[in-house]
Structures are given as C-alpha cells and as structure tokens.
C-alpha cells in the first residue's frame, strides 16, 4: 500500500517561480527519494536523502526531511517549462527491505512559459 | 549502457491470453522489479528480485510469474490475462550505495490494453 502521499496534487506555476512539493509517509524509514516522470516516460531519480539527513541539495533542488513528523519537501528554484512533469516520493521503509521502495500517487507540476 | 530496456512498447491482448513483458538490464545490478502504475495510484510492486534465482511477491502479485535466470533479465508473465490489468507497466533496476540505500533506473515502460 502507498507509504508517501504528496501534497498537493497539481501545481501550476510560472517560469522563474519556485515550486514545493511536500510528502508525508506513515512508518520508519532508512531514507526517503524523489522521482520525476514526464509524461509518458519512466521515472527518473532526481535526489535521496538519508534519515540521519535533514536538508540535501542537488542544482535547482532542495530536500529537507522531518523524521518527527514523518514528511518531507521537494522545493525546485527558478522554476523552467522543462521541470513540467510528475514528481513521486518513495520511501524505503526500515522494515521489510530498504530496496522494496514504496511509491506515493505523484503530484503534477506544470510550469507556464 | 542501454539502461533498462522494455519489449514491447505497446501490446493489446484479449481476456484469457497469455504473454511475457520483457526487461532486461546491462549495468550489472542485483535487484530488479516490476511495477504497474494506474492513474491516480502511482506505482505498485507486483514482483521483485535480489538476485539471480531469487524472486518474491510484491503489494499485487496476483496474476504475474516472474523468473530470474540471469543478472541482466527479469520478464513478467502475465498468466491469463483481464481487463483489470490493463496498465502501464515498468521494470527497474538498482544497486546497493553506500549505506544501503537503492536508487532505482526505470525502463520506459508497456503500455498494455486487455479487452
């Protein structure tokens, strides 16, 4: 079953705006990955951070993780036409195998030119 | 690298045939699965694998056999086939980092339509 859901569930922004995408899961985890998936594609990993984290940066990404509340947030600067796609969260949960990735519903951003 | 690779691209069956999903994988890694993603429920694990001879069920393995003979190759069978699995379907590939985290590589995926 869906660990992590993200919220909120469509975003449309503007180019130059900055997008955020939270996600909130449920059990303990080992570390929490954000995906991207444009459409009609496969999903491609964008950035993971560790539970032991609480903040990560990848280029135009921002990663922060609230192990306390069990949530974490997706933030892309500057946003661009091309950043227009699903974004998915997946934790790996501390029980049952941290390669069993559990994938929230997405959430779908598109960015006006 | 050719990455994930997926055969076919599209596939419509009728209820009640069978068929393989192929995949196949040339960077060497150890665990491989199978996902079905439908709008709005994002991606469930039918089945998966850590290794070569090794597989277990996923959340939706009812429906799906899978085998893993070698490192490279892990094809889905879908048994007798029904409108319910009509889906997008996706393999992926990863390999321990340091510290046991798994990043996974997706194929593009099969667009399969069961009437």
């Known amino acids: 079953s869906q660990q992590g859901e993200e919220d909120p569930q469509a975003l449309s922004i503007q180019e130059g705006e900055n997008a955020t995408m939270n996600c909130s899961y449920k059990t303990s985890i080992n570390n929490l990955q954000w995906y991207r998936q444009n459409s009609g594609r496969g999903l491609v990993h964008l950035i993971l951070?560790?539970?032991?984290?609480r903040e990560k940066h990848s280029g135009r990404l921002r990663v922060t993780l609230d192990t306390s509340k069990k949530s974490s947030s997706l933030l892309i600067t500057a946003s661009r036409a091309a950043d227009t796609a699903s974004y998915f969260c997946a934790t790996a949960p501390t029980q049952g195998g941290s390669e069993k990735l559990v994938f929230g519903k997405g959430m779908k951003l598109t960015v006006n030119p | 690298n050719a990455g994930v690779t997926q055969t076919p691209k599209f596939q419509v069956l009728k209820t009640g045939q069978s068929m393989t999903l192929q995949c196949a994988q040339d960077m060497n890694h150890e665990y491989m699965s199978w996902y079905r993603q439908d709008p709005g429920m994002g991606l469930r694990l039918i089945h998966y694998?850590?290794?070569?001879?090794?597989?277990d069920q996923g959340e939706v393995p009812n429906g799906y056999n899978v085998s893993r003979s070698t490192t490279e190759d892990f094809p889905l069978r879908l048994l007798s086939a029904a409108p319910s699995q009509t889906s997008v379907y996706f393999c992926?590939?990863?390999?321990?980092?340091?510290?046991?985290?798994?990043?996974?590589?997706f194929g593009p995926g099969t667009r399969l339509t069961v009437l």
């Open positions: 992926a590939s990863s390999y321990s980092t340091s510290g046991g985290a798994y990043e996974q590589f």
């Open positions: 694998s850590v290794g070569a001879g090794i597989t």
């Open positions: 951070i560790r539970s032991n984290e």
